[in-house]
């Protein structure tokens, strides 16, 4: 029997999320937000999907590179710029578009003597204090990129610090600040991410730009993606190895975490944290085992985790069991665990084998 640890991308429901997302942002441009393998989901599958984006962003040079060798034509833009002075001419030959968030980037771009294309990304630091230059410096950076050779277009950004929360006050706060600081510049706008898209609509402005609403899921605590009019993209699937009953009294798996209360029959799944299920996931948590909730017990190990089947009699070895997906979304788990689902997807290992459901053939390719 075959390990059959899978992640099934979903390409169609992909392609779907971003037509869901243009409903919501009908007047403004989409940057699709694709760093970090496109979420785990996997660039080079997502790709196609994306057709429909305005632009498509990332965060290293080489996550730019991926794309360019698959797409010469598509915009790319280089969400934290470039890290040092020789990265710029990798950026001009990339033909990159890249945000500017401190001053020594306007140094390097600058000495270099090369444009950095038509359009540039002026960072704002609008309270969130990560990135970007501060409220007071805004228009005179802004004044000294207009004078830069061939650049015909800034656009303004931020980053919100509490989007999820629609009632924090530092959201007010923010938009304020940024609105207050760049009142007197002609620029578009670049504000909401995936959670502002959701909270606040008057954040939208000219460009949006969603990262985790693309896969599916929801950036709310208390939402999961189907709320939103959204599809899953990835569906982690597994197998039963073993079926075996556990005496009242004993204890199951490293450390002895969980003491069977009762007589039960405990399976075992092939999946583990060396697949990117999360040691962390508390006793409890929900797993479907041919399609029926079932919960896990004990410490999740590097290659198994087990799951309590004494309500499921008929459960044997080799039956599929879902760690999430459509009917047991991500956001689900991500509570257990006490964690985001930005971090459950993207810690997939490349040991799990991934299929595609294509939005244009519509059939599993491996």
């Not at 034509?73 to 968030?101: N, P, Y």
């Not at 995936?194 to 939208?204: I, M, Q, V």
């Not at 069977?260 to 092939?270: F, H, L, Y």
């Amino acid at each position: 029997m075959s390990r059959n640890t899978t992640a099934t991308i979903d390409v169609s429901a992909l392609a779907h999320n971003v037509e869901r997302i243009r409903a919501l942002t009908p007047d403004s441009r989409l940057m699709a937000v694709v760093k970090a393998d496109a979420y785990g989901h996997g660039l080079e599958r997502c790709l196609p999907a994306l057709a429909q984006a305005d632009l498509l962003a990332v965060a290293t040079l080489n996550e730019a590179r991926s794309i360019r060798a698959l797409d010469q034509q598509v915009s790319i833009l280089l969400l934290e710029g470039v890290m040092q002075a020789d990265e710029i001419r990798a950026m001009h030959d990339l033909r990159l578009e890249c945000v500017i968030h401190h001053a020594r980037q306007l140094v390097w771009i600058e000495s270099a003597g090369i444009a950095p294309g038509s359009r540039v990304w002026l960072k704002i630091d609008s309270g969130m204090h990560r990135l970007g230059f501060g409220l007071n410096q805004v228009s005179e950076v802004y004044a000294r990129i207009q004078r830069w050779p061939g650049v015909q277009e800034i656009v303004l950004m931020s980053h919100f610090a509490c989007a999820d929360q629609a009632d924090h006050d530092l959201n007010a706060k923010q938009l304020q600040a940024f609105d207050a600081a760049v009142a007197d510049l002609q620029a578009a706008h670049c504000l909401a991410n995936s959670a502002a898209l959701l909270n606040f609509p008057d954040t939208h402005r000219q460009w949006v730009r969603p990262g985790l609403m693309l896969y599916g899921i929801s950036p709310l605590v208390d939402r999961i993606g189907a709320d939103h009019g959204l599809r899953p993209v990835m569906q982690l699937d597994s197998q039963l190895i073993a079926v075996k009953d556990i005496p009242a009294g004993e204890t199951i798996g490293y450390g002895a975490r969980y003491t069977a209360s009762r007589d039960m029959r405990m399976g075992v799944i092939a999946i583990g944290y060396g697949d990117g299920y999360p040691r962390s996931t508390p006793d409890g948590t929900p797993i479907l085992v041919n399609g029926r909730t079932a919960p896990l017990v004990g410490c999740v190990s590097m290659d198994m985790t087990t799951v309590d089947l004494t309500d499921q009699p008929e459960a044997r070895v080799g039956d599929p069991v879902t760690l999430w997906g459509r009917d047991l979304p991500v956001e689900r788990i991500a509570r257990h665990v006490g964690t985001i689902p930005y971090e459950l997807v993207c810690r997939v290992t490349q040991r799990v084998r991934y299929e595609e459901i294509s939005y244009l053939r519509n059939k599993p390719r491996s």
